[in-house]
């Protein structure tokens, strides 16, 4: 029998009504991975802007404890809880700054600076903050829902370990070769491996088994048009060259093993690019996308993407995306 979670539950996790709501038909869930999954869909799939935008303002600005009359008490409780690190590193001069910059953040963008902070320094959320900054405003719409999930992902953790029923399904999530800690840090451990975060220490990040979804996933958006790039071809692949790497400037004809091939849906995603593997081959990847073929009068004939994945990062995952209009791009990891 599976898990059963009422609404209030899973808006402590988003605080999207729609995806509450969505999230409470879909289930119940006989597992921790079914539940992510599912909101994953709703997320990216069935949640509008609105609902997007109704999530991030259920968020204090990094920094700020959340309102005592907040709709969820223990969305704000674990807010509190997800931000004690960077608490606990901040001084009087960083907390000011980061005033300051949740502030041009807001302005420029119209929502809160939003960002997975379990397990991040001051310094550290800062630093992303001003880079983020820079960003156009779709792009950085994207990347915040990117966040978004990734919190989602960390809660729906902790939903399912006070519930005793589910008690199995995350044991098997939990880490080997890590030190006793409190329950806490158990939980930013997962947090940590969703946010592809890389402990300042160097030690190999905690590894979570049995994927979800590919190790590499990619989506295109038209932003001339403002919608998802459909029937766009899409390439992934891997160089093989024992003896070499690829370099600018020098030629690399040979080198490449075609991993996979798709094309975009409606949604902007394309398929299968690679098998569901554990463990991702530490190298250096290529994916393209067939873009003339897409806006024969554009500007691109096609696009590459080159990106290394090092040998800390197997365990991780990889979303590649591309933002395209007629005359311009852009990418980023995302997750």
């Known amino acids: 029998m599976g898990s059963v979670f009422d609404e209030k539950d899973f808006l402590a996790s988003c605080g999207s009504t729609k995806f509450s709501n969505n999230m409470v038909a879909a289930g119940p869930f006989s597992t921790l991975q079914d539940a992510i999954q599912a909101a994953r869909d709703i997320w990216f799939n069935k949640v509008d802007v609105n609902g997007w935008l109704e999530a991030f303002a259920a968020h204090p600005q990094i920094g700020q404890t959340p309102s005592r009359d907040h709709k969820s008490p223990t969305f704000a409780q674990w807010s509190k809880g997800e931000q004690s690190t960077a608490m606990s590193t901040a001084t009087e001069v960083t907390l000011q700054e980061l005033v300051q910059w949740n502030a041009r953040y807001r302005e420029k963008f119209g929502f809160v600076f939003l960002i997975c902070a379990s397990g991040r320094s001051t310094p550290e959320i800062l630093t992303e903050l001003k880079i983020r900054y820079q960003n156009r405003p779709i ?4 990347i915040a829902a990117q966040e978004q999930m990734k919190i989602t992902e960390l809660r729906l953790a902790k939903l399912f370990s006070n519930n005793a029923d589910t008690a199995p399904a995350i044991k098997s999530l939990s880490t080997t070769n890590i030190a006793t800690k409190a329950e806490e840090d158990r939980v930013n451990i997962i947090g940590a491996h969703l946010t592809a975060a890389t402990r300042a220490t160097g030690a190999k990040p905690a590894h979570i088994p049995n994927r979800t979804r590919p190790p590499i996933t990619t989506h295109v958006l038209d932003t001339s048009r403002g919608c998802p790039a459909s029937g766009i071809e899409v390439r992934l692949e891997m160089w093989k060259d024992n003896q070499a790497r690829p370099q600018f400037g020098e030629a690399d004809i040979g080198g490449w093993i075609l991993l996979g091939s ?10 299968q690019l690679l098998n569901m593997v554990e463990d991702l081959v530490p190298g250096v990847y290529r994916i393209s996308f067939n873009t003339g073929k897409y806006n024969p009068n554009g500007f691109f004939p096609y696009v590459s993407i080159v990106f290394e994945i090092r040998e800390s ?10 933002l395209l209009s007629p005359f311009s791009l852009s990418t980023y990891r995302g997750s």
């Open 139 to 142: 792009i950085e719409f994207e």
């Open 262 to 271: 798709s094309s975009t849906d409606k949604d902007g995603r394309s398929g």
């Open 313 to 322: 990062q197997k365990w991780d995952h990889f979303h590649v995306p591309l």
